[in-house]
């Protein structure tokens, strides 16, 4: 039993791992209860398949298994000025945001765990790979998950440390065989459930046809950027990311050369492509700018040798991180990696590690 009942609103999405957060801190004796976070595609679903009604009924069966109470609560205009605007803004600017990250910054770990305070909760837990690990002095640190194929620490790069003191990460340490086991022996309803993929307000169909809904097309031509041969026409800048090889639009010579997307020229609305090579210009990159730093400590401030996840399921690579001299809070430096890294899309989130802890992140210019 905790020494103190420390009352905790589990974020329950219907899915194995939440379900199980729920079940391990019921377990250990906390006062918890369950909430599903109702957002905004869920009642305005122009495309796509998010089956948001199966989830909540999964999630209450859950909780009653276990014994805690369950809600649901509307965070749909949130979730719309928060999260589904800066997707939107986003693409329209030609960049590539990171929906997942914002999510958690701004709705999971922001007014969700807003609203828990205001009804007499003292954390959120959510059913994230990830640690969080208490420090001498009483600050906290967030380390990788212990199961390093699930881990999603990743996506937690741009909390802060208020965000992290009142985060509750249950199943951290477990491996995800080892959690779907104690799901089974519970008999909870979700114990086989097949993970989520993607963002549930996209569901099942590609982001293209989800951007086709609220981005009006900017056609442009397809420009090969070797020597600016014009390959065809796009519909679309935002419909298209760096080294994406797929539904490009080009045919190719030959099955070992393939076209990959390496820039947007915003003059002309030029979609650059080239062979996909080491060579390629604009693929590879040994040095980025990053903006918008959050540091789930102290910022670092002085120039150092650390570690980056330049995306979910990448591994850490070394890179030397160069704050502006004139920004001492560290909003904004210079990366240098140690090996060129391929494909950084300006709008996604570099994660920064010292080993298995997350210092934080910053954004791609």
Known sequence: MPQSREKILVAM??????????????????D?????????????????????????????????KIGIEFR??????EYSERVVAYLLDG?????????DVMCNREIKFGVFLAWARDHGFDAVATGHYARRVENPGGAFSLVEGADKNKDQSYFLALINQEQLRAARFPIGHLPKPELRRLATEAGLATAAKKDSQGICFIGEVKMQDFLRQYVPDEPGPIVRATDEQVLGRHRGLHYYTIGQRRGIGVPSNADFQKYVVVGK??????LLVAFDAPDAPGLFTSEVRVHSLSWVGGPVTAPCLI??????????VHLEFIPDPENTSGGSATVRFREPQRALASGQVLALYDGERLLGGGIYV
């Open 307 to 316: 570690e980056g996840r330049v995306r979910y399921r990448d591994p850490r």
């Open 72 to 77: 649901v609560v509307n965070l749909m205009r």
């Open 265 to 270: 020229r915003a003059a002309d609305r030029a």
């Open 13 to 30: 999405s219907g899915g194995v791992d939440s379900s199980v957060a729920a079940l391990v801190l019921k377990q250990q004796g906390f």
């Open 91 to 99: 693409y329209k600017r030609g960049i590539t945001p990171n929906p």
């Open 32 to 64: 918890i209860a369950g909430a599903y976070m109702k957002n905004w595609i869920n009642e305005d679903n122009i495309v796509g398949d998010c089956p948001w009604q199966q989830d909540i009924e999964d999630a209450r069966a859950v909780a009653e």
